[in-house]
DNA sequence: CTGAAAGCGCTTACAG
DNA sequence: CTGAAAGCGCTTACAG
């Protein structure tokens, strides 16, 4: 490939000094419109593309978004397709961490800040306490964590409304005559599971129901064992919602093996909607996670947080969580280091839960 | 956070010039080990990292590997880790350039190395012809293509052995008695599938069958017409090879919603192996790719390519495509520009294909 | 073995 | 409005 032409080439080209040719590049106002026409035209001419690498040295601002991924769920593509579409056009590259295996990933995370090599980072991290995520953004470190599991943490963040979720998923059970409805936790300790379990608490309450201790219920990874109590229990419950879809999938399968019939025996509303291709026989009503929004939106927040004339497609602020709308009247300067949205979730139907196949969605918002 | 350490604060705290520090970090021999232990003393008590910007600008490596996406199915997930996998202690980072949407994937292509930040490329494109790609291979750029559709193209890639695979699927059905064995084609126009297509008809003439040219369907956005095409055979087949396992489970939909029993109507195999979590009663028989092991490849090929002192963490090369074998004895200097793996493919069966439950495995290698 | 100097390709005060 | 110069943080001949 021929050499790559250099800022000086251009500048030897249309008769001006390197000074000039950067102005063109990048936008200043003072130059001349006669001259910056001229490099305009040689720039055109020959193809000219300024070296990234050199650009991001000289003006300390790297343009370059970290992306640390943790072992990636089917739905982690949607996420990073949401991601790559808002940085697109925005001059900013991302890069991309893994921070699944063996290694820690504090150190990771330090060695990539301290290589200089991003400007922000966007997060998804699950399993592990992020607690030095926190750290660094107190410190002043741009991050934003996509559809984190850990949401009462004070740190940017976009999720989900769970527990707006699973309101809408048991109404809808109560609507269609269900009075026992169990709630199944995938694991005991993540908060998000609890705010699902919130939301279906809620749900029954504001049907006068009150919500029975027994019919929570905990996967220990004996799903059998999950379901054996439930055929025990004198008073057993007629639905179940899961609290994700890749429990439910498993729930269903063991159900069948046990000679339940769905949604007869067992109404099941699931969390999440993974799995789309497969509408015919395991037809699972659930509520969506709107998964290619929510990259979308963090790429935005942090993109506004690197730089503040950047305009967001949409005005997420409106899903700001409920907690925060207080505090950002009074310090509206500080509107970025406590940003929390929950963007809102629909409730698909199939017809796992007993609805029939009338197409029927609702949502959250 | 404080002001970051340079080469130079590193050089002053260890009483030696930026070059000595220089020498230590990249392991140069010519440093006195008195010397480099007191450096290195003192670059781990201050936690210093060097400026990756900088190190990339001053030696015309930049150590970033660009990666190019398509839209993203689900088995992306599993491509990318087995990417990320290969290239973490590399000294290499990956950057992520999306190619969907609307935007013209050459000119994402052009602006991504005119601006000179990444020195390999990683290609998966499939719906678009990958000619501008080829000319640039061919002109030196170190690419490899993963997993492309495309496979008959002179430029390094790495895919599946699509025809071996169709033949292990075909072998399985004529072992169960099946005769009259059908291929459903998901487009007719991708190279792969017709790779898959004719592993299919060796399998059949390998057991005195000619391919009957009647069972070669198309699925033109209409599989209800396809499945009325065969009702309406005089021989109908009693098995069906689906292109993909998308299609395939398309397929499986409206077959149920036809009332056909899988498998005593209709026997079905598909290919790729998606959707894992759902083996309870849509178990389909498909042939598996390996989808992590085909993004380790192609991530240690390219490493390759951009550093001849890098060790794969495997023998690839056995894996070499049957054409490619013979040239690679002969240029074995030049082994690289036309290397192309096919990895082997695996046959997992459910029921689909009516063999029952027992476990059963067959690979092609 | 080590240091001073020039250079990677850009940006940005500073002076004119 | 424009150019010469210094600088971003590193590397690498070159001279000693």
Same mark, same amino acid.
């Given at each position: ?107 990771? *995370?330090?060695? @990539?800040?301290?290589? $200089?090599?991003?400007?922000?980072? +966007? %997060?998804?991290? #699950?399993?592990? =306490?992020?607690? &030095? ?21 004070? *740190?940017?963040? @976009?999720?989900?409304? $769970?527990?707006?979720?699973?309101? +809408? %998923?048991?109404? #809808?059970?109560? =609507?269609?005559? &269900? ?187």
């Amino acid at each position: 490939m021929a050499r790559k032409l250099t800022i000086r080439d251009i500048a030897h080209l249309a008769g001006v000094s390197k000074s000039t040719v950067s102005r063109v590049l990048n936008d200043s106002i003072n130059v001349d419109p006669i001259t910056r026409e001229r490099v305009q035209r040689v720039i055109a001419e020959q193809d000219f593309v300024p070296d990234q690498t050199a650009m991001r040295l000289a003006n300390g601002d790297h343009r370059l978004i970290g992306m640390l991924l943790p072992t990636l769920w089917s739905f982690m593509t949607e996420i990073i397709q949401g991601v790559a579409g808002a940085v697109q056009d925005s001059g900013y590259e991302i890069i991309l961490y893994s921070s699944s295996g063996l290694k820690d990933y504090c150190s990771v *995370i330090d060695r @990539v800040l301290a290589a $200089n090599l991003t400007s922000g980072l +966007l %997060a998804s991290i #699950h399993t592990h =306490s992020p607690q &030095h995520l926190v750290t660094l953004s107190r410190r002043g470190l741009p991050v934003v964590m996509i559809n984190t599991t850990a949401v009462r943490l004070d *740190i940017p963040w @976009v999720s989900v409304d $769970n527990a707006g979720g699973t309101r +809408l %998923a048991t109404r #809808h059970l109560l =609507s269609l005559g &269900h009075k026992r409805i169990a709630f199944l936790f995938p694991c005991p300790d993540l908060p998000c599971f609890h705010d699902r379990y919130d939301g279906y608490c809620q749900a029954l309450r504001e049907a006068g129901i009150g919500p029975d201790p027994m019919l929570a219920l905990y996967d220990d990874g004996s799903i059998v064992k999950c379901l054996h109590e439930i055929q025990a229990m004198t008073d057993p419950p007629t639905a179940l919602i899961v609290g994700n879809d890749y429990l439910a999938y498993s729930v269903l399968i063991e159900l069948e093996k046990l000679g339940w019939r769905i949604p007869e025996d067992m109404a099941i509303i699931g969390f999440d909607d993974i799995v789309p291709p497969l509408q015919g026989r395991f037809a699972l009503t659930t509520v969506r996670q709107p998964f290619h929004e929510i990259g979308q939106c963090a790429a935005e927040m942090l993109l506004s947080m690197l730089d503040p004339r950047f305009v967001p497609s949409r005005n997420w602020w409106e899903f700001s969580a409920p907690q925060d709308t207080d505090q950002r009247t009074r310090a509206n300067e500080h509107v970025w280091p406590s940003c929390h949205i929950q963007l809102p979730v629909t409730l698909t139907v199939r017809s796992s839960c007993g609805a029939g196949l009338q197409p029927l969605c609702q949502n959250t918002s």
